[in-house]
């Protein structure tokens, strides 16, 4: 069964950072890109970075370039997301998801919540 | 990059059909047979129903079914059910991998 879980999000103070996590398991990593996904409260989703099976490209959402890292560890099964510089308009839901194809997302994580805010 | 538009809200009886509309423009929408549709609940995370237009991954049930037309994409939910009132976003390839998602529309069972 496939299954994706992150962790590492809470409360942080603008201007701060935080690294997601996401443990994957129930299928072949290092065979996917993988994203992760945000939805602000009460907001609709948008996607925020993606990374290639072996880490040599990695996109991002205009918003968040320079802010933020993705990167993945395939010997560990994980991906990361590294948040610097921090804003109120970053808080929301991260979902790390599994790449099926451009712009669909086969299989999500249950998300962890980052507030940001003083 | 901005939001796809969908319309906030759609409704139907059980056993009716709903169609929801996702509309962006030929950069992405109607530039490429690569949009996806998802369902969330509330609190849960998204589910992937149809994905390059009209593909359905295991497990979805044929009730939905998506297509596109321009740069218009539209999903069907046929014999609607109660466990199919939820969220629904499109989501689109929008070139130099980039991906754009819709602004969302609440599908209520009547």
């Known amino acids: 069964e496939v299954q994706l879980v992150e962790s590492g999000g809470g409360l942080v103070q603008p201007g701060g950072s935080l690294r997601l996590s996401c443990a994957a398991s129930g299928f072949t990593f290092s065979s996917y890109w993988m994203s992760w996904v945000r939805q602000a409260p009460g907001k609709g989703l948008e996607w925020v970075a993606n990374i290639k099976q072996d880490g040599s490209e990695k996109y991002y959402v205009d918003s968040v370039k320079g802010r933020f890292t993705i990167s993945r560890d395939n010997a560990k099964n994980s991906l990361y997301l590294q948040m610097n510089s921090l804003r109120a308009e970053d808080t929301a839901v991260y979902y790390c998801a599994r790449d099926l194809s451009p712009a669909s997302f086969d299989y999500w994580g249950q998300g962890t919540l980052v507030t940001v805010s003083s | 990059q901005s939001a796809l538009t969908q319309p906030p809200s759609a409704s139907g009886s059980p056993g009716q059909s709903v169609t929801i509309s996702c509309t962006g423009t030929s950069s992405d929408v109607g530039g490429y047979n690569y949009v996806s549709w998802y369902q969330q609940h509330p609190g849960k995370a998204p589910k992937l129903m149809i994905y390059?237009?009209?593909k359905r991954p295991s497990g979805v049930p044929d009730r939905f079914s998506g297509s596109k037309s321009g740069n218009t994409a539209s999903l069907t939910v046929s014999g609607l059910q109660a466990e199919d009132e939820a969220d629904y976003y499109c989501?689109?390839?929008?070139?130099?991998?980039?991906?754009?998602f819709g602004t969302g529309t609440k599908v209520t069972v009547l």
């Open positions: 989501s689109s390839y929008a070139g130099s991998n980039n991906f754009v």
């Open positions: 390059e237009v009209s």
